[in-house]
C-alpha cells in the first residue's frame, strides 16, 4: 500500500519496479498518488485479476510490463485512464476473456504483447478465438509491434475489420497452429515483420505468407514433424530482405525449386534443422543481393557448385553441424571456401576435426573421400592414351598393307570429286581419251588386230583409246597410271574373257571403273563379252554379275559378217557429243 504512508501525491517516482513480490490484486488505491510514474513493472507477481480502474491516476504512464502473473481475465475497464501507455506486456498469463474494447482507451499503444489465450476451462476446445477488432476497436495508429500466443492451442486470429495500424508493424505469433481467418483485410499489408512459432501457418488450408504482400521479414519456426503445407507461394513476396526457415521438411515442397524465386531483395538466408537433399541452382536463381547464409541442416545433403554462382554479393556463409553426402558433387566446396577472396565461408563443426560425409560404409572424412575417389587420375589417363595411339598406329600399318590400292584409288576418287565439285568443266576439253581399254594380256591380240582398226581407224571423228600396253606412261607407278587413265578417258570399256577374269589388275580395273559409275553416276562403263562365259562361272565374280544383270552388254560375234554391226554400235557410243558452236 505504497499511497497509505503518503500525505501528497509522489512527484519525484518514474519508474517503480516490483519483481516478484507476490503481489495478488492491485487496485487503483494502492497507485494512485504516483502521478509522475512511467514505468511500472509488475512481473512474476501472482496478480490474478486487475481491477476496473486500477491504473486510473496513472495519466503519464508509458510502459507497463505485468508479463508472467496469473491474469486470465481483462475487462473494459481494466486499463482505463492509460491514455499515454505506449507499452503493455500481459505475456505468460493465462488469458481466457479479453472483453470487447479492452484496450479502447490505449490510443498511442505502441508495443503490445498477449498471451498466453486459452480457452475458457468450461470449453472442451483446443482452440482459442482472437478478434482483435473486438478487443481493440481501431487500431491504434502507431502500432508497430504486436505479440499473441496461444502456447498450446490452435490460435484463430480474426481481424474483424478493415481498420489497420500504419504501415510497418511487427507481428509476432507461437501457437500449435495459428489460422488467419479474414486474410484479405488491409491489416496484412500493413505487416512488414513477421514471426511465427507454429507448426503450420495457415489461411483457409493453403500456407498464409502470400497475404503479407510488405513482408521484409518474415522467420518461420516449425518442427520436421508438422503435417505438410505446400510453401511455393513465398516466391511472392518480392520484398523480403529477411528469411529463417526453421524445422521445415523442405524436400518434400514440390515446388522447391521455384520457392525462392523472385526474391531478389533477400539478403539474409538461414536454414535451421530444415530437411533438403541438395541445394540445387535453380533455387538461388533470384537470390542476387544475398549477402548472409547460413545452414543447419542434421541430415547429409549435397551443395552443387551452380548453386553458389547467382549469388554475386555473397559476403558470409556459414554452414555448422553439417555432414555431406559423400558424393563427387560436393568435392568443390572445400576448394572454393578457401579460393574465395569475397565470401567468409565458415565450416562450423564442433566434436568433429573435419568436414565429414556419409553414404552406405557410415560417416568418413570427407576430403579424403574426394581425394580417393574423385581425382582424375593422371596415371591412367596416360595409359589409356599410349594404348589408343598405339591401336591406331597399328590399325594404320595394317590398313597401308592390306588396302593400299584402294586406299589410292579412293583419295582419287574424292580428289575428282573435289575438282568437279569445284568447277562443272567444258566435260570434252577434260578428257585425253575416249575410252580407256581394260583387256587382259592374254586378249592382247585380240584388241590390236580387231579393236584398234575397228574403232581408232573409223571417222571422222577419230577415236583416242588408251591401251596399257601403249598408253601408259613409263616408270609411273601402275595403280596411278590405271587411275589416272580411267579418270582421263570418258569410257572405260572391259573386255571380259576367261583370262579376264583371272587376271589380278583387271578385276582392280573393272573395281575401279565400277566405284567411278557409283560416284559419278553417269553411263561410263562399258562391258564387252568376247567369249560366252557359263553363268556359275560368272556368279564367282560377283561385281561383274550384278554388272551383267543390271546394264546391257556387247557380245563379240563369231561370225564375221555380223562384226561390221557390233563395231557399228560400239562406235556409235563412244563418240564424243557434237561438240557446242562456239567451243
Ligand atoms: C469481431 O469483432 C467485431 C467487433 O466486435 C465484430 O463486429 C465482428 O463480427 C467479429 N468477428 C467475428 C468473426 O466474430
Ligand atoms: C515468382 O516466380 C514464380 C516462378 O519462378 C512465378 O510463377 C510467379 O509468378 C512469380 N511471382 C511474382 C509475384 O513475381
Known sequence: MLCDIQKGPVLWLKKLRLLSFQITIITSEQFGCLKNLKQLILSGNQITTVADFTFKELAKLRFLDLRNNKISQITEN????????????????????????????????????????????SELESSVNVNLTHIFGVFPQGLMHMNISSMWYTLNIIIGSNSTPKP???LQLSATTVFFQDCWRPFFQSVVSLTAITERLLCGSHFAARYFTSLQYFGFNSVLSAEFVDMTDLNTLVEMRYLTLMGVELYRQPGLATMFHNLTKLETLNLVTCRILSLEEEMSRDLHSLRQMSVHIPEEFSVMESFTEPLTNLRYLL?????????CDNTWLLAWAERQPHVQVVFYHPGEADVTCKNENGIQNFARYSAAN?????????????????LLFMLVVLLHQLAREYLLAFCHIIRCWLEEAVRRPNLRGRYCYDAFVSYSGSDERWVVEQLLPGLEQRGPPFLRLCLHSRDFQLGKDIVDNITDSLYGSRYTVCVVSRNYLRSNWCSLELRLATLRLLVEQRDILILVFLEDIPPLQLSAHHRLARLVKTRTYLDWPQDQAMQPAFWDRLWT????PEPHPGQ
Open 168 to 170: 510497418g508493424i511487427s
Open 573 to 576: 557410243k563412244l563418240v564424243p
Open 319 to 327: 554452414l555448422y553441424n553439417f555432414r555431406l553426402d559423400c558424393s
Open 78 to 121: 481494466s486499463f482505463f485512464g492509460l491514455h499515454v501507455l505506449e507499452t503493455l506486456i500481459l505475456e505468460q498469463n493465462p488469458l481466457e476473456t479479453i472483453e470487447a474494447f479492452a484496450f479502447i482507451h490505449l490510443t498511442l499503444l505502441k508495443h503490445i504483447c498477449l498471451g498466453d489465450f486459452q480457452p475458457l476451462p
Open 374 to 390: 574423385c581425382s582424375l587420375d593422371v596415371g591412367f589417363v596416360l595409359f589409356l592414351c599410349t594404348s589408343l595411339g598405339l
